[in-house]
């Protein structure tokens, strides 16, 4: 039996993103959350890990739950190329999957993928369109010459039908641009870990509701949004995780919308000053007690649980519980311990 992402991100579950050391942790954490009731589980990517790949073992080892990449990097990958790897990887997952991605951050394209950086959003409003067609290849060639990709495949041989012909793609946005592409021409948004629900309000609704408005859409275009989920018996230590996760991504100032929101520029400065003199203690000490509760879920098991239902629960469509990246599978673990209560009845 498989489920159908196209139907279920309607639903208010709550998910989680496996973090684990290597893909072996990150495919036996998604096999955990389907036992223990999750509605999905999310692959992340980075430089040194494969969303695609990690996605394609968590499909290995699961058979119910909704498979996530949260996200891949759309612009490090040709359109044939990442319509390739999202074909086969649906079929790996019967039919289960969400194809998340993301531009990364104009530094990460220059320096990582080697792009210009320049004009994500409209790449992405080009590429969501040109990815679908791909899908199509088995009932016509695909010919586009656009602003910034040019893209001609005509089959030779048969192509076999896909999976599916309409794979689910959610796209990441922060700034009220990038969300505004996603309203255009995504089936939905992956939210960021640093987002708030005050954020969610003022600026991610209108701008989805503005991009759907302009492209003629109806409907509201659901969120699926990270939540940095911090747990362990040690109060002090689950808070100090959440900060280290924080202010990793405070460094920059992609992010300088969401912090300004709530009156984090102090935090933001002292952040970057403890970065630029490499002092990663001083970045952790310079997240303040509100910003985590801004921001995050931090402490024991009840306490997540309660600031959970407090504040966070039923703000999006899916919530992603995102434990702290680099604390490995024990961090994940103590999230699905925590959270396994209010998720739905585990799976048989």
Same mark, same amino acid.
């Given at each position: %039996?498989?489920?159908?992402?196209?139907?279920?991100?309607?639903?208010?579950? /709550?998910?989680?993103?496996?973090?684990?050391?290597?893909?072996?942790?990150?495919?036996?954490?998604?096999?955990? @959350?389907?036992?223990?009731?999750?509605?999905?589980?999310?692959?992340?990517?980075?430089?040194?890990?494969?969303? &695609?790949?990690?996605?394609?073992?968590?499909?290995?080892?699961?058979?119910?739950?909704? &498979?996530?990449?949260?996200?891949?990097?759309?612009? *490090?990958?040709?359109?044939?190329?990442?319509?390739?790897?999202?074909?086969?990887?649906?079929?790996?997952?019967? *039919?289960?999957?969400?194809?998340?991605?993301?531009?990364?951050?104009?530094? %990460?394209?220059?320096?990582?993928?080697?792009?210009?950086?320049?004009?994500?959003?409209?790449? /992405? +409003?080009?590429? &969501?369109?040109?990815?679908?067609?791909?899908?199509?290849?088995?009932?016509?060639?695909?010919?586009?010459?656009?602003?910034?990709?040019?893209?001609?495949?005509?089959?030779?041989?048969?192509?076999?039908?896909?999976?599916?012909?309409?794979?689910? /793609?959610?796209?990441? *946005?922060?700034?009220?641009?990038?969300?505004?592409?996603?309203?255009?021409?995504?089936?939905?948004? &992956?939210?960021?870990?640093?987002?708030?629900?005050?954020?969610?309000?003022?600026?991610?609704?209108?701008?989805?509701?503005?991009? @759907?408005?302009?492209?003629?859409?109806?409907?509201?275009?659901?969120?699926?949004?990270?939540?940095?989920?911090?747990?362990?018996?040690? +109060?002090?230590?689950?808070?100090?995780?959440?900060?280290?996760?924080?202010?990793?991504?405070?460094?920059?100032?992609?992010?300088?919308?969401?912090?300004?929101?709530?009156?984090?520029?102090?935090?933001? @400065?002292?952040?970057?000053?403890?970065?630029?003199?490499?002092?990663?203690?001083? %970045?952790?000490?310079? /997240?303040?007690?509100? %910003?985590?509760?801004?921001?995050?879920?931090?402490?024991?098991? +009840?306490?997540?649980?309660?600031?959970?239902?407090?504040?966070?629960?039923?703000?999006? +469509?899916?919530?992603?519980?995102?434990?702290?990246?680099?604390?490995?599978?024990?961090?994940?673990?103590?999230?699905?311990?925590?959270?396994?209560?209010?998720?739905?009845?585990?799976?048989?």
């Amino acid at each position: %039996m498989t489920s159908d992402p196209s139907t279920t991100a309607t639903q208010r579950g /709550v998910s989680l993103v496996c973090a684990g050391h290597d893909v072996h942790e990150v495919a036996a954490l998604a096999a955990h @959350a389907e036992q223990a009731g999750f509605e999905s589980a999310w692959a992340a990517e980075f430089y040194d890990r494969s969303a &695609v790949v990690a996605a394609a073992a968590m499909a290995a080892v699961t058979e119910t739950i909704t &498979v996530g990449t949260g996200i891949a990097y759309g612009l *490090g990958r040709t359109p044939l190329v990442l319509a390739a790897e999202a074909r086969d990887l649906d079929a790996v997952c019967g *039919g289960r999957l969400i194809l998340g991605l993301g531009t990364g951050t104009r530094r %990460m394209q220059q320096d990582w993928h080697g792009l210009s950086g320049e004009h994500p959003a409209p790449r /992405v +409003e080009e590429l &969501v369109p040109l990815l679908r067609r791909l899908w199509r290849l088995d009932e016509a060639p695909v010919r586009h010459e656009g602003r910034f990709y040019r893209t001609h495949v005509v089959p030779t041989a048969p192509v076999a039908a896909p999976t599916r012909r309409a794979i689910p /793609v959610y796209l990441a *946005g922060v700034n009220a641009r990038m969300v505004r592409a996603a309203g255009a021409v995504a089936d939905g948004l &992956v939210g960021h870990p640093l987002f708030t629900p005050e954020y969610l309000r003022h600026t991610v609704r209108p701008a989805l509701q503005a991009g @759907a408005d302009r492209a003629g859409r109806t409907g509201a275009v659901p969120v699926a949004g990270y939540v940095i989920c911090a747990v362990d018996p040690d +109060e002090n230590h689950a808070r100090r995780l959440a900060a280290a996760q924080i202010a990793f991504y405070a460094s920059v100032k992609t992010y300088d919308a969401i912090l300004a929101l709530h009156d984090f520029t102090d935090e933001a @400065a002292a952040i970057r000053a403890a970065r630029r003199a490499g002092d990663l203690e001083a %970045m952790v000490a310079a /997240v303040s007690d509100r %910003m985590i509760d801004t921001i995050a879920v931090a402490g024991t098991p +009840e306490q997540v649980r309660t600031q959970f239902t407090t504040r966070w629960a039923g703000l999006y +469509e899916q919530t992603l519980l995102y434990p702290p990246s680099f604390a490995g599978r024990s961090a994940t673990t103590a999230v699905l311990d925590a959270f396994a209560p209010l998720t739905c009845t585990p799976t048989k």
